[in-house]
């Protein structure tokens, strides 16, 4: 008997794997057709609404040491690494909210279980020191909110990846920059990477070199249909869009 249950396990394991389908996340939440702003939490709240896989966000460091989310190295005009966080609180939103701190914008997310948390880790403009610092302050905050189950890092900055696997053995660290081999992002013991379409586009064998080396395969940010079929095709792990209502429509098709 146990070991019929131990072959439908495993039959079922197969065809999971076998048919498993690319997922979606919502590059800066869900914000272009819910009329949201980006990085909001209004945009992570509509993405979870829409059942999104991920919801992507990206940080910044204050002057003071506060991590922001906001996608541009200003806010509404402000510079954010050049300002205190209270300065930051000058302007707002369209909305009416005031730019979110990571561990707002955390808890926002960490209600619910079913939408990962992708945090993109933006690289300082003024120090390598600097984007290290955010390394370790956003580390810090997911393992005090307890929420290294939610959240997977992304970041351009070759070095902030090393770092946060130097930090941490498990955390999921994808590289974005899109200029590593698949043998250096395995070697560097990252989770995978998430590469612009183009890079892939131009050499679509890439996502199999990378997926036969057991790394995680992620694009951005892709809002055509062509496009997203293409990736889909090729059987990618996930999708970065600004269209998240568009490729689910073309999943469930």
Known sequence: MKKQLLLVALTMVFHVGLFAQTSIIAHR????????????????????????????????????????????????????????????LAKKHDNGESIP?????????????????????????????????NVELSLAIVKKLKAEKMVEFIAFDWDA???????????????LNGDKSPAEVKAANLTGVDYHFSIFKKNPNLIQEFKDLKLKTNVWTVNKEEDMKFFIDQKIDFITTDEPELLKTILNK
Request: aromatic letters at 8%; glycine letters at 6%; charged letters at 30%.
């Open 29 to 88: 939440g869900a914000w272009k057709n819910t009329k949201v702003p980006q990085n909001s939490i209004a945009s992570l709240d509509a993405a979870i609404s829409q059942g999104a896989w991920g919801s992507e966000f990206d940080v910044h460091l204050t002057k003071d040491d506060v991590l922001v989310v906001n996608h541009d190295h200003d806010f509404h005009g402000l510079e954010v690494e050049e300002l205190t966080y209270k300065e930051l």
């Open 101 to 133: 701190t990571v561990e707002e914008y955390l808890k926002a997310g960490l209600k619910q279980k079913g939408t990962k948390l992708i945090y993109e880790l933006k690289t300082s403009k003024v120090s390598k020191e600097r984007t290290m610092k």
């Open 161 to 175: 990846c090393l770092k946060f696997r130097e930090l941490d053995k498990k955390i999921k660290v994808h590289y």
